[in-house]
């Protein structure tokens, strides 16, 4: 992470909702800090997300989320969890009074700290301690005291990522498949002109099945999921970002013809392009639902 003089880390300049997040701008439930990991770890981890809470009695703040295909390591007060990728939409429901340490890994790590094929862990989770062993417990309880002070505290954050650092340093260095694997997954996430598995077959010198079999066991999911994820993502950023009509959103992303990306959409956030893109005031619609 970043530190600023005074030694506490710097969120890093993530002021927009990240293109994963569908939250709904009506949504005031909570504070979200995001911090970069310490550049060693670059290859391991991709960023700490911390959000603070308080929901008012009675009432859910549902947060949605279009997952990016790495596993997740998250720590609350009620739970500490070890995700695998969620293939749909990933459901957070906020209540009460709470916050929760969480660490987006990169597309390495989660084969590495599980130990076995990340197929296994797809839509599902465990708890940390059955992937990290007495460490999983210990980072756990270490957690759990420095943020149940003052969860917003920039020193809290600090010292709960020192302490997932410290656990976590042991994985390093990442092997060659998994940096592999890392640049696979940027190559899809950065090129919008990436709309078919022969695309990435080419990039990277790889027969389709040699592909399927290293997303399969690295990420627990299929190059055509990495395809499809991007463009929904991008999807969504554009649909509350910019005033474009659907056919041309669904152009721009390579889908064939509007239906097919209005379906596409739909099945996954359960809403259609035209809905999400009206829950976002000053935003000109002229989209179709």
Known sequence: MKPDSAGIPAPTPMDRI????????????????????????????????????????????????????????????????????????????????????????????????????????????????????????????????????????????????????EVLRPYLPVDAEGELVNRLVAYVESRSDVVRVAQVCAEFGLSERALQRLVSRRLGLTPKWLIQRRRLQEAAERLRTRSTPLSEVAAVLGYADQPHFIRDFAKVTAMTPGEFAALHPGRLSRTRR
């Open 18 to 165: 990240e293109r994963a997040h569908l939250k709904d701008p009506r949504d005031a439930s909570h504070v979200m800090f995001r911090y970069e990991p310490d550049p060693q770890f670059r290859e391991l981890l991709q960023r700490f997300w911390i959000p603070v809470w308080s929901v008012p009695p009675g009432r859910e703040a549902p947060q949605k989320v279009l997952q990016y295909p790495v596993s997740l390591l998250v720590i609350s007060a009620d739970y500490a969890r070890f995700y695998g990728v969620a293939s749909g939409l990933s459901t957070t429901t906020l209540t009460g009074d709470g916050w929760a340490v969480g660490l987006m890994c990169a597309p390495a790590a989660g084969f590495l700290l599980a130990r076995t094929r990340m197929a296994a862990y797809t839509d599902r989770f465990v708890d940390v301690g059955d992937v990290l062993g007495p460490a999983g417990a210990r980072l756990t309880d270490r957690v759990r005291d420095v943020m149940s002070g003052e969860p917003a505290s920039g020193a809290a954050h600090r010292a709960a990522m020192d302490a997932f650092g």
